[in-house]
C-alpha cells in the first residue's frame, strides 16, 4: 500500500514539474537530477566533524567515533574492553577530530592510535 502511495506522488511530482517547465519555458532541476552527496566528501567535513566529535564524547569509551570514521572491528573491541583505553583513548581521539585540520587520515583507520604514524614497510635485503 505505502509502495503504490509513493509511486502515485512521484508521478503526480513529476507532472507538476512538467507542467511548470512548459508554462515558463525554463529548466528546473528534478529530484532525479540533483547530486547526492558524499558523506566523506572533504568539502562537507564539518558535519562529520561534529558527528565524530559528539560521538567520542558521549559514546568514546566504547569506540563510536571510530566506526562513524570507518574502522576494522578489532577497533571498537579493543576500545570497549579498554573503556577507551580508561578513558584516555577518547579523550585524545576527540582533541585530535576538534582540532585537526584533515581528517583525511583518521578515515578507514584500521590502527588502535588512530593518530599514530604508521610504521613503515620493512624492506627485503
Known sequence: MRSIILCLLLALGSNTTIAAQQQTGAQEPTMWDMKIDDPLDSTHSEPERLVAGVLALTLGPFGAHRLYLG????????YGITF????????????HILFTRDLAPYRQNDRV????KPQPE????
Open 84 to 95: 577507551g583505553g580508561f578513558g584516555v583513548l577518547a579523550l585524545l581521539d576527540l582533541g
Open 71 to 78: 574502522t576494522v572491528p578489532k577497533v571498537p573491541i579493543i
Open 113 to 116: 592510535f588512530m593518530w599514530g
Open 122 to 125: 620493512p624492506t627485503p635485503p
